[in-house]
């Protein structure tokens, strides 16, 4: 018999009329023919009384432990499993729930975003041997002692790709508010259009400059074991956006580059904060502030280094712990603070004169500084004022007709 998992994501579960939605969509599985393994998210957003946001809020985090911290934010998905589980089990169908735990996810030690190392999925297996649909507490394994982990911000896409592959699973589907993968954030740009097929790569580019809708660890595991994965969404009929291992090839002809369109999509990850270090050429201590970046766990981009000037971003959680490096070290520094970065995307970009003149005549145009640029053979990325978001994603999307 075939296998399906299903991640339904926080708003999806978030009250009874969504959860009935959910219950359509496992059954449609079901009813098809399929066994069905369902993972779930915490339910709602912010405000809700059992989401992940709210659990943090009972706590102080700078006093609680890593393991114990944890230990509280595994309960918001475990409560959402057996709330829905409670539905199906009304509506007359056997199902049974597991933590990370009893699925028998297994992780590395590292409390907080731990990585998925092993999945032993032998009481999943039996399960859906008897029939049942299983439910699945997402964003949480155990590490080898049993004390439990969590996987990180969006981790039950995680538990869903990584069950597809335990299960041998003939598809993942993530569903989520969404109708897919879009060409822009549809909560900020209402005419962003659906991408139905893309290819892995792609996807992993935007996941990582921070299309929340999907996790790009999950996209990395769905690539490595070639699972084909399905975006989709919870409240509507559409087809969504599948992603897979394919790969438009660019076409050389000059009518056809001409009906190209050049970028996919654009993308934003807001929180950015640039750091400017005047270095004295003389006595240049770079090492030294490198390997304190390093040992703190704080990760880097848009790294520009000159002899005189270093120039980087960071994520602005990392601030504090990154400016007491720099004071402990003496260092000459400027912080620009609020900063987002935008990426524009696209493989058909590569070797394409013309693009980056085209995104700065744009911003230029809406009044938008661009604080610093990069880029690599399919994306552009500019950081600029965070409260520009909105404004820049829309002129960019306009400008490159990606609402066609
Ligand atoms: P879930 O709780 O279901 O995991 P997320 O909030 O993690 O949902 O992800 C879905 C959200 O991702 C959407 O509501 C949308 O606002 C946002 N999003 C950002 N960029 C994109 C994009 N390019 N395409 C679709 N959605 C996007
Ligand atoms: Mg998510």
Redesign the pocket.
């Known amino acids: 018999m075939r296998t399906i998992v299903q991640k ?5 579960v978030a009250s009874k009329s969504s959860r009935e939605m959910v219950m359509k969509k496992i059954l449609d599985k079901k009813n098809s023919g399929f066994k069905v393994v369902v993972v779930v ?1 915490a339910m709602g ?1 912010k405000e809700s009384p059992y989401s992940t946001d709210s659990l943090i809020e009972l706590i102080n985090k700078s006093t609680l432990s890593p393991r114990e911290l944890d230990l509280l934010l595994s309960c918001g998905e475990i409560i959402s499993a057996v709330v829905l589980s409670n539905l199906l089990n009304e509506e007359g169908y056997k199902s049974i729930v597991y933590t990370g735990y009893q699925a028998g996810i297994k992780t590395n030690d590292n409390f907080g975003c731990a990585d998925i190392i092993d999945i032993d999925p032998i009481n999943i297996a039996n399960s859906l041997g008897k029939d049942y649909i299983v439910i699945v507490a997402g964003f949480q394994g155990a590490n080898r002692e049993g004390d439990i982990t969590t996987l990180g911000r ?1 981790g ?2 995680i538990t869903a790709v990584a069950l597809g592959k335990a299960l041998k699973s003939q598809c993942v589907e993530i ?4 109708d ?8 900020i740009v209402p005419n ?1 259009k659906l991408l139905d097929s893309m290819c892995y790569s792609e996807v992993y580019q ?1 996941a990582e400059d ?4 999907i996790h790009p660890k999950a996209v990395e595991i769905a690539q490595k074991y070639n699972i084909p994965i399905k975006i989709k969404n919870t409240f509507t009929k559409s087809e969504g956006t599948t992603i897979k291992n394919t790969q438009t090839i660019p076409s050389k002809d000059m009518k056809d580059i001409q009906n190209q369109k050049i970028l996919t ?1 654009i ?1 934003y990850k807001k929180r950015r904060v640039q750091v400017i270090i005047d270095v004295d050429s003389e006595n240049d201590n770079t090492e030294n502030l490198m390997e304190g970046i390093t040992k703190n766990n704080i990760s880097i981009d848009l790294i520009n280094f000159f002899v005189d000037k270093k120039i980087f971003t960071i994520d602005k959680e990392d601030l504090t712990i990154l400016e007491n490096i720099l004071k402990k070290g003496n260092y000459k520094y400027k912080i620009i603070d609020n900063c987002c970065k935008i990426s524009a995307t696209g493989y058909k970009m590569h070797g394409m004169p013309g693009v980056m003149a085209r995104i700065t005549k744009t911003l230029s145009r809406e009044g938008i500084r661009i604080l610093q640029s990069a880029d690599s053979h399919n994306t552009i990325w500019c950081l600029i004022d965070e409260k520009n978001t909105d404004k820049a994603i829309k002129a960019l999307h306009n400008e490159f007709k990606l609402y066609e």
């Open positions: 339904f994501g926080g708003t999806s998210s957003r969006g039950s896409d569903y989520t508010d969404v897919g993968i879009m060409t822009a954030d549809p909560s962003a935007l921070g299309a929340k809708v999509a993308t």
